[in-house]
């Protein structure tokens, strides 16, 4: 079993799509479901996972940082078709393709410009994320969700399950949402 986490992971490094990567780290996570294991065997199975999807995700954050184009990159530039709900000079809004609630979209810059995550934003960026945030609340209401009401989330690194490296702001309503998060 543990031949075969080490291939898929390896087959996950090589693999720099995020979509291709987030579909091998559910089949990791469904394998090591499926095992019938105990004790030390276990957590060093789920270390494995977790070292596993920690290296695939700093692979894709280098190759973001690298300036290879992310898969948001290229539904900015229209080489992936995606239906804008919104679409300004700076950013544009998409529905998500795995909805967590009734209404669930993206708002994204057309321009990464060293945002690959929230964490490394700069005084430069300060009006662009004011932008995306205003953004996503014209959209939510666009969208039905005011008055009742929304959920901003924003994924930052491999801890904060970030799945491509290109900031994105998720916008979630149309239910109730639960406490805590995650």
Same mark, same amino acid.
């Given at each position: 079993?543990? %031949? #075969?986490?080490?291939?898929?992971?390896?087959?996950?490094?090589?693999? #720099?799509?995020?979509?291709?990567?987030?579909?091998?780290?559910? #089949?990791? +996570?469904?394998?090591?479901?499926?095992?019938?294991?105990? @004790?030390? %065997?276990?957590?060093?199975?789920?270390?494995?996972?977790?070292?596993?999807?920690?290296?695939?995700?700093?692979?894709?954050?280098?190759?973001?940082?690298?300036?290879?184009?992310?898969?948001?990159?290229? &539904?900015?530039?229209?080489?992936?078709? +995606?239906?804008? &709900? /919104?679409?300004?000079?700076?950013?544009?809004?998409?529905?998500?393709? +795995?909805? %967590? @609630?009734?209404?669930?979209?993206?708002?994204?810059?057309?321009?990464?410009?060293?945002?690959?995550?929230? +964490?490394?934003?700069?005084?430069?960026?300060?009006?662009?994320? @004011?932008?995306?945030? /205003?953004?996503? %609340?014209?959209?939510?209401?666009?969208?039905?969700?005011?008055?009742?009401?929304?959920?901003?989330?924003?994924?930052?690194?491999?801890?904060?399950?970030?799945?491509? /490296?290109?900031?994105? &702001?998720?916008? &979630?309503?149309? #239910?109730?949402?639960?406490?805590?998060?995650?």
């Amino acid at each position: 079993m543990s %031949q #075969r986490l080490v291939r898929l992971s390896q087959h996950l490094l090589v693999h #720099r799509t995020s979509l291709h990567a987030t579909s091998i780290a559910v #089949r990791l +996570s469904r394998t090591t479901r499926r095992c019938l294991v105990t @004790g030390n %065997q276990a957590n060093t199975m789920a270390d494995e996972v977790a070292e596993s999807r920690k290296a695939a995700a700093k692979k894709m954050e280098e190759a973001a940082d690298a300036g290879e184009p992310t898969v948001f990159d290229k &539904i900015v530039k229209k080489e992936i078709p +995606s239906n804008f &709900i /919104y679409e300004d000079d700076d950013c544009v809004a998409f529905h998500d393709l +795995s909805p %967590q @609630g009734p209404v669930h979209f993206l708002v994204i810059p057309k321009d990464r410009a060293g945002l690959s995550r929230l +964490s490394k934003a700069e005084e430069s960026h300060k009006a662009l994320l @004011g932008h995306l945030l /205003y953004v996503a %609340q014209q959209v939510a209401k666009q969208e039905g969700l005011v008055p009742g009401g929304f959920r901003v989330v924003i994924n930052d690194g491999p801890d904060g399950s970030q799945s491509v /490296y290109h900031l994105h &702001i998720h916008v &979630i309503g149309g #239910r109730q949402m639960g406490w805590p998060p995650g």
